[in-house]
RNA sequence: GCGAGGGUGGCGGAAUUGGUAGACGCGCUGGACUUAGGAUCCAGUGGCACGUCCAUGCGGGUUCGAGUCCCGCCCCUCGCACCA
């Protein structure tokens, strides 16, 4: 027990000894030992102090689903290295977990299970707890929350509410999403390719009554901040927000139908090629595109387009591929400019949802109308004129200029990434005033050109034309410049039980009436009879489902959808800051401090699921004055997928590793240090058994060469400043110390490349072993010898602490220290010791390697370059032929042309 | 089609500003210790025609010097895509 009795020794120590006293890494006493501790002693928890810098690091939080895999270790060990990293570093830390707890997934266990879908997600939450403790996570574990629980979804409710007050809730019928197999409504945003993201199965229109949140009010904000992130967020995140929100600018134009008083009001990016339309074309479900027909000998096949298109599958009607199919409707539009009647159609291609559900068709200038006009035999004409020169690489027609943002922000975001680009050469001269022939084109003109046949407006170009057509339809009040978004309404209703109940109550007298306040929450009840399909169960419970309107007191009951489980999850990072408050969703003062998040870590799936859903509900927030910074989350990490087999791992496909088999074996240290040793968190990370076995010897190695130390370092002060007389190993020893701990620093800090960092400590050992050879082979060592090596077990120690910290701990306490090493303040490396006496210099002949020299480390670049010129080697090298010139990099290489 | 990211040994991956390509780990080869080793330690490990050689997807270019910069291709992954 030779580390037992020093007086130095924690506190802790005298309670629980040290694991084993012998040189054996018995890693699970030892992870179990630790774990106890920061357990009892609340190692991690947050306190807020203002008289410190905080950083608020935040992991998505997990969906209790069952049991963890090692996507869910490799999310928190990539947080938790950060975590223990900047608490070191002196930062305030918090760090929270908790439970993103409603869902489907619950609901449809408990059908299965015939269980309750509470006890089927409390059971998860306590084995995943229990798991996540025994990865040795540095949470602050008083602050855990779970969503589903009256304390937590109550604020949902609240913040629902509040939003209704703002304008920013209400309720429409309207064509949504619905999932057949989930039995419920998704927003827009949980549909991807036609199916539902959770399920995978195709989603059905259908119409329904829901509410909605008013997230397009925020379009513009969304996208503007999607600018300031960019740098802090991944760009590919910020792409895909930029794109899903579709921002496009152009101009709002109303047709007159001829021979009567109705409007159809088109939205185009292109008024410049107004001239050239020369028929326009309606949603099927457009309201003019029935009533147009009606009575007209063309109504009978209108009705039956419509019909056709709307059972048309979203997916084939709006892909590319798909047909272009439509009807005429029999009427006729004046072109507003020309005057002229062009007819009006009906196209499945043209989507109610989209601008005002009814386009202007342009077929020289829009590959979509020409083909369209191509089939139907309509007229083309042409209004634009190529320029006298294109781009190169973009011959004519080949590209449509997206007058969308979406392109404006991609170049933001480059430019932020990479400074400004350079402009390419000048295009190949075409020949000019070659103007398209209406007849013969095949491919429309897609791209900015001059105007022509245009009235007043010929010879302007496509900016200048947008602009001046747009003034002109203002003037004349027919039209005005728009900007359209794709970005749609966020419906949360969900015809499910396990959810947030909507704070609202029906009354045949006053209609939909909010809950007031204080008879928040809305709790929902646990003796609901689950799995009748079609509706909520929350019908069938009158003791819910009838209550008294608040307003005027008559019988009413209670709206039973529930909330988009995105809700929940679109502020708990708030919650965090005040987890137990329960007069307030938070503490002002507290989430003041704490917010923003400084560092963000989860799945790229999220990309404009919760990430944009949470941008929202924190700009809606900060209107309200809840909230100060602009952005939630101020750094953004989306980490790699865990691959086996160059799959994701699966069930399905049967590669799945067990985490907890994992820790078993190895303990969670190594588990934790392969992950992050493994690949650089953004990449995906493919496992290998072998690659944990390494990373488990690694451990090993350090433990046994750190014991081999031990008994000498143990009581040796702190190393002092280097002096000429210490032996060259001694030097040699401090300054690898030294240098491991830049790279580890620098590799966390600036990179977040925690793989380099551990290769470092690797390497770092490495040349522990190198030392010990030397160290042993000494009849004695002087106190600054012994000291020296004290700060070469310290520095191997705490930077090993951070990836792997039960070890960390457990070496830490050995070395005598009252205090663990996660309340250790991170060393400063000492650039003096950095500097080698002798280094390497590469010598080149012309700029290849010929030899390698080692020379003094303050060596004149004149020395250096007769140094090289009269090596032997190089002299070989250049056989006597004159020297044209040196080129001479300081402490790298010296480059001989001749 | 558009946008982003990527292509480096047998494998996972390094190389931060144009300066020794392949750090670190896995695997493999040999040795030591051992009753034994799938433990541990030590040494080696890009390729071959073993050279004043060839090598970072392919072809050019800039440079004393290119995995890195420029031009043109090929392939892979992801996102967007009838969006008016």
Redesign the pocket.
């Known amino acids: 027990m030779a580390f037992n009795n020093h007086p130095l020794i924690s506190p802790l120590a005298t309670v629980m000894p040290p694991s084993n006293p012998t040189q054996f890494y018995d890693f699970k006493s030892l992870e179990a030992k630790w774990q106890e501790y920061w357990e009892k002693n609340k190692s991690f928890k947050a306190v807020e102090d203002r008289s410190k810098k905080k950083y608020y690091l935040l992991e998505m939080f997990p969906y209790p689903s069952g049991k963890i895999h090692m996507g869910h270790v490799r999310n928190y060990t990539i947080g938790d290295a950060l975590a223990r990293f900047k608490r070191m570093r002196g930062f305030n830390v918090l760090h929270p977990i908790g439970w993103d707890a409603f869902g489907l997934p619950a609901e449809n266990a408990a059908i299965q299970r015939k269980t309750h879908p509470a006890e089927w997600t409390f059971d998860n939450i306590r084995v995943m707890r229990a798991q996540f403790k025994k990865l040795g996570l540095s949470y602050d574990w008083d602050r855990e929350i779970a969503t589903c629980r009256p304390e937590y979804y109550r604020w949902n409710q609240w913040h629902f509410l509040k939003f209704h007050e703002r304008g920013l809730v209400y309720r429409k019928k309207s064509t949504v999403n619905w999932c057949e197999s989930c039995q419920t409504v998704l927003a827009n945003e949980q549909v991807?390719?036609g199916r539902c993201w959770r399920c995978d199965q195709l989603v059905l229109p259908q119409e329904r009554e829901g509410w909605f949140l008013k997230i397009t009010e925020y379009a513009d904000r969304l996208l503007e901040g999607c600018r300031e992130l960019a740098g802090a967020w991944?760009?590919?995140v910020l792409?895909?927000q930029g794109?899903?929100i579709?921002k496009?600018h152009?101009a709002e134009v109303d047709f007159r139908v001829q021979g009567g008083d109705d409007v159809a009001r088109?939205?185009?990016?292109?008024p410049d090629t107004l001239y050239g339309a020369t028929f326009m074309?309606l949603?099927p479900e457009h309201p003019l595109t029935l009533k147009l027909a009606r009575g007209t000998p063309r109504e009978k096949a209108v009705a039956e387009f419509v019909r056709n298109a709307q059972l048309e599958d979203k997916i084939?009607?709006?892909?590319?591929?798909?047909?272009?199919?439509g009807a005429f409707t029999g009427a006729y539009a004046i072109n507003p400019m020309t005057g002229e009647p062009i007819p009006i159609w009906t196209a499945?291609?043209?989507?109610?949802?989209?601008?005002?559900?009814?386009?202007?068709?342009?077929p020289a200038h829009?590959?979509?109308?020409l083909?369209?006009a191509r089939k139907y035999g309509l007229p083309v004409k042409v209004v634009i004129r190529p320029p006298a020169s294109v781009p190169?690489?973009?011959p004519p027609g080949?590209?449509?200029p997206?007058?969308?943002a979406?392109?404006e922000l991609?170049a933001a975001?480059?430019r932020r990434?990479?400074g400004p680009s350079e402009f390419?050469?000048s295009a190949p001269a075409r020949p000019p005033d070659e103007e398209l022939d209406a007849s013969a084109m095949t491919e429309a003109y897609t791209q900015d050109g001059t105007m022509v046949h245009s009235g007043p407006f010929d010879g302007l170009s496509g900016d200048e034309g947008r602009r001046k057509v747009g003034e002109y339809l203002e003037s004349k009040g027919i039209g005005k410049r728009a900007v359209?978004y794709?970005l749609r309404d966020w419906g949360v209703s969900r015809q499910r039980y396990w959810g947030t109940p909507v704070p609202f109550v029906h009354c045949g007298a006053c209609g939909a009436v909010p809950v007031p306040y204080e008879q928040l929450p809305v709790t929902l009840p646990l003796n609901a009879r689950i799995g009748e399909k079609g509706q909520s169960p929350l019908k069938d419970i009158p003791e819910f489902y009838n209550v008294p309107c608040p307003r005027c007191g008559r019988p009413a009951h209670r709206e039973t959808d529930t909330l988009d489980t995105f809700v929940c999850s679109s502020w708990y990072f708030d919650r965090y800051t005040s987890p137990r408050d329960d007069q307030a969703p938070f503490k002002k003062e507290n989430v003041d401090y704490w917010m923003p998040v400084d560092q963000y870590i989860g799945g790229?799936e999220h990309?404009?699921l919760h990430l944009l859903y949470s941008r929202f509900f924190h700009l809606a927030f900060r209107d309200m004055g809840l909230v100060g910074p602009p952005e939630p989350f101020a750094r953004l990490l989306t980490q790699?997928m865990v691959i086996k087999d160059g799959a994701k791992m699966s069930k399905s496909k049967g590669n799945v590793v067990d985490p907890d088999e994992i820790v078993g074996r190895y303990g969670a240290d190594t588990a934790r240090l392969f992950i992050l040793?493994?690949?650089?968190p953004v990449?995906?990370?493919?496992w290998?058994d072998?690659?944990v076995?390494?990373?488990?010897?690694?451990l090993?190695?350090a433990w046994?060469?750190f014991h081999e130390f031990l008994d000498e370092v143990r009581s040796a002060p702190k190393p002092s400043a280097p002096t000429g007389a210490t032996a060259p190993e001694i030097r040699e020893l401090r300054r690898r110390s030294h240098v491991a701990l830049k790279?580890v620093t620098?590799?966390i800090e600036?990179?977040l490349?925690f793989?380099?960092a551990?290769?470092?400590i690797?390497?770092y050992?490495?040349s522990l072993?190198?030392f010990?050879?030397w160290w042993t082979g000494c009849q004695e060592h002087s106190e600054a010898d012994r000291a020296a090596a004290r700060e070469a077990m310290e520095t191997l120690t705490l930077t090993l602490s951070v990836f792997a910290p039960h070890i960390g701990e457990e070496m830490w306490s050995a070395l005598g220290h009252a205090e663990t090493a996660d309340k250790t303040p991170w060393p400063e490396y000492d650039r003096e010791l950095i500097r080698a006496e002798e280094i390497?210099i590469?010598l080149?002949?012309?700029?290849?390697?010929?030899q390698?020299i080692v020379v003094e480390e303050g060596i004149g670049e004149e020395d250096l370059k007769a140094r090289s010129l009269e090596d032997p080697k190089i002299k070989?090298?250049v056989?006597g032929k004159p020297v044209k010139?040196v080129?001479v990099?300081p402490k790298?290489?010296v480059?001989i042309?001749v």
């Open positions: 991807i390719d991944p760009e590919q792409t895909m794109n899903w579709g496009s152009g088109i939205f185009t990016t292109r074309v949603a084939s009607r709006t892909s590319e591929g798909g047909e272009k199919k499945n291609f043209v989507l109610l949802e989209y601008g005002t559900g009814a386009i202007m068709s342009v829009d590959q979509r109308d083909d369209f190169p690489g973009r080949a590209t449509p997206r007058a969308c979406e392109a991609s975001i480059r990434h990479r390419g050469q359209n794709r790229i990309a404009i790699g040793f493994a690949a650089p990449k995906d990370l493919e290998s072998k690659g076995e390494g990373c488990s010897r690694f090993k190695r046994r060469i790279r620098e590799d600036s990179r490349q793989n380099t551990i290769a470092a690797m390497e050992v490495n072993y190198d010990r050879e390497l590469v080149q002949v012309n700029g290849k390697v010929r390698k070989e090298w056989a010139k080129v990099v790298k290489l480059n042309v």
